[in-house]
C-alpha cells in the first residue's frame, strides 16, 4: 500500500506484510517500526517543513 514518506513527502510503498517502507523517489528505506518512530520525531517540524516548501517554490 502506498503512504506518505516521511522525508520527501511522495508516496512511498508499505509491504503487504507491514514489514518495511520504501520510497523510490529519495530511498528512503526503513523498518515500519522505525517508519513509525521517524514520523513521530519528525511530527513537530512539519509546520516548518511545510513552510520552507513554499518558500522554495516560490
Ligand atoms: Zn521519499
Known amino acids: 500500500m502506498k503512504i506518505v514518506c516521511p ?3 511522495e508516496k512511498a510503498t508499505l ?3 507491514f514489514a518495511f517502507v ?3 523517489k529519495c530511498s528512503y528505506d526503513s ?5 513509525v518512530k521517524y514520523i513521530a520525531y519528525k ?5 516548518d517543513i511545510l ?3 513554499k518558500d522554495k517554490k516560490q
Open 51 to 53: 513552510s520552507d516548501y
Open 15 to 17: 509491504s503487504d506484510d
Open 7 to 9: 522525508d520527501c513527502k
Open 43 to 47: 511530527d513537530s517540524r512539519y509546520s
Open 31 to 35: 523498518t515500519y517500526g522505525e517508519y
Open 22 to 24: 520504501k520510497c523510490d
